[in-house]
């Protein structure tokens, strides 16, 4: 019997990593980040590997050699995302993932739509750019106080813009997914809302 999955997709900062993160603890699912893996293949592109390579050869461990919330592995994530041959070398793992037991929150951007269209949950997550590139503000300047918003609204805008218009499964609500706009909501709000959601069709 195939497991129960949550695909939770949309753009930077739209709160999906946190929603997701709380969904699959409430629920006692597996949790798979799936940007994380184009982030890994992203910092190996920016140490000079070849991107299809280095996406057919990534190994779990790869994840944890890189600081990867830096702005600029997100922007070279992003240009590798778009290279169909890394895209494909990454389905079987994520495919494999969402079906261990008990079941699997998958986030990312084609998770309903190319990785698990049959998913059983699809929820898309979006948020006006100002109010993402605010929070993704705060989050990096905890750490790294040299980035300025200006810098961040236009990488987020960016990137927004080639995940969308890519011709090798872009970043888009799936027909059956349920669209939230968290522009105006606390995280525990947007995490509140989604779980109810989610609790009716589960
Ligand atoms: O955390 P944030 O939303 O800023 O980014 P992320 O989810 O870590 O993804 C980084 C980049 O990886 C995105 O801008 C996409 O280009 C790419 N990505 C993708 O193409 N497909 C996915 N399923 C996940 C990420």
């Known amino acids: 019997m195939s497991q129960t999955v949550i695909a939770i997709d949309g753009p930077a900062a739209s709160g999906k990593g946190t929603v997701s993160k709380a969904i699959s603890e ?3 699912f597996n949790y798979l980040d799936t940007g994380k893996l184009y982030r890994a293949i992203g910092a190996k592109y920016l140490e000079g590997y070849q991107p299809i390579a280095a996406a057919r050869s990534l190994e779990s461990n790869d994840l944890d050699k890189y600081d990867l919330q830096k702005p600029e592995i997100a922007q070279a994530a992003s240009e590798i995302a778009s290279i169909p041959e890394v895209r ?3 389905l079987e793992f994520q495919r494999n993932f969402s079906q261990k037991m008990p079941g699997a929150v998958l986030d990312g951007r084609d998770i309903g739509t190319v990785v698990c269209p049959d998913a059983k949950i699809k929820i898309f997550l979006t948020a006006s750019l100002e109010a993402r590139a605010k929070r993704r503000y705060v989050e990096l300047n905890r750490h790294d106080k040299k980035i300025s918003f200006e810098t961040i609204l236009e990488q987020i805008r960016q ?3 080639r995940d969308q218009t890519r011709r090798s499964s872009p970043m888009i609500a799936a027909k059956d997914a349920k669209i939230f706009d968290t522009s105006k909501l606390s995280i525990n709000e947007a995490v509140d809302k ?9």
């Open 26 to 28: 409430k629920l006692q």
């Open 88 to 90: 494909a070398a990454l």
């Open 159 to 161: 990137r927004d813009e």
């Open 194 to 202: 989604v779980f109810n959601y989610i609790q009716t069709k589960i």
